[in-house]
């Protein structure tokens, strides 16, 4: 008797044979638009962010061997994209389809570093007038080309997007007020995001329609074929014109002169304190070697008159003694005079 594990594995078995199959692999798929890299692009042909958007979709669907998915991707090129993939067949034999997208990325992507794109996305904010899913739609973009710089991990996306979304959106927007009143800023998955967006908007429209007012004064439209690079107002702040870019770019370097000056009159002043502190030791070290040789001097000249161990005796002035009125000496008095006694003759003032 033939089980269920049997018949299992016969179709898994019809299964692999037919995409296997040169008919299953060409069947029931989708071809990517034409690219070929010409500026302006031509007519009929789409942007390299937006085929390579498609691409990168493509590639990862796509159920067939590595063979058939260069194939896939080298049947949509001409022109420039078609001699990019060919140069680089030539440097590298052992080439996937990844590593075509990756060549057609540098060649025809976006020049800047995932840093700056990073910059960038962290300072594009939302127009006076335009809708949340709009303004998403712009972070959306500039966030792909962070992906593809590998300048942020993709499973921090959704935090990302929202940090941003919180960030950069009007204080005022009404879809933003209710979202943080209805989320409690809490992080949201992109699916999360978008529906509350969408509901908060149409239920927006609804109320304020049935009065006749307008939830956005001044509805922007969204080209979806222009680029960032095509129009750099998408990108930044709105309020901030190219006159005042001036005028910032202007004080930040007149606060750098300031700066610099400040450093240079600095490093002066810490020249002249070394200078003084050195000749300050040098007048201390001067002044020690001066007591040094009076001490010398002084010990020299105790040494030379020498210490006599005999009492010395006290000097008494000659007033306290008497005076002698007969030879009018001092040290006796007349009753002990020794020439009163040896008769001899007195001298007479």
């Known amino acids: ?52 958007e498609q691409a990168m979709q493509a590639l990862d669907e796509w159920d067939v061997s590595e063979a058939q998915k260069k194939q896939r991707i080298t049947e949509s090129l001409k022109g420039p994209a078609s001699e990019a993939v060919r140069n680089l067949k030539l440097s590298k034999r052992d080439c996937t389809a990844l590593d075509y997208l990756n060549i057609l990325q540098e060649v025809f992507g976006r020049t800047e570093k995932a840093a700056e794109l990073m910059y960038q996305y962290e300072h594009t904010y939302q ?78 429209e609804e109320k304020l329609g049935k009065r006749g007012e307008k939830v956005y004064a001044q509805p922007i439209e969204y080209n979806e074929c222009s680029s960032d690079e095509e129009d750099p107002e998408e990108t930044y702040e709105p309020e901030i014109t190219q006159k005042s870019s001036n005028q910032v770019y202007g ?14 009159k600095m490093e002066q002043t810490h020249t002249d304190l070394c200078r003084t502190i050195l000749k300050v030791v040098e007048m201390q070290t001067e002044i020690l070697k001066s007591l040094s040789d009076i001490r010398t001097a002084a010990v020299a000249v ?36 020794p020439e009163r006694r040896q008769g001899g003759s007195l001298y007479v003032p």
């Open 127 to 204: 127009k006076r007038g335009e809708k949340m899913t709009e303004y998403m739609r712009r972070l959306d973009k500039i966030l792909y080309q962070v992906l593809l710089k590998k300048g942020t991990d993709p499973t921090t996306v959704d935090q990302v997007r929202m940090r941003q979304i919180l960030k950069g959106a009007l204080p005022l927007d009404p879809v933003m007020l209710q979202l943080r009143t209805r989320e409690g800023n809490k992080e949201l998955n992109y699916l999360e995001l978008i529906r509350v967006v969408r509901e908060e908007e149409a239920l927006l």
């Open 251 to 264: 004080e930040i370097q007149k606060t750098l002169a300031r700066v610099q000056e400040a450093q240079v």
């Open 302 to 337: 105790v040494s030379d008159r020498g210490f006599s161990n005999e009492p010395q005796e006290e000097s008494v002035p000659s007033s306290s003694w008497g005076r002698c009125f007969a030879c009018r000496e001092f040290g006796h008095f007349k009753a002990q005079c």
């Open 1 to 52: 008797m033939i089980g269920p594990e049997f018949i299992a594995a016969i179709g898994d078995l019809v299964v692999k044979c037919q995409r296997a199959h040169p008919s299953y692999i060409s069947f029931g798929y989708r071809k990517l638009e034409k690219f070929s890299g010409n500026l302006p692009t031509p007519a009929g042909e789409e942007t390299f962010e937006e085929w390579v």
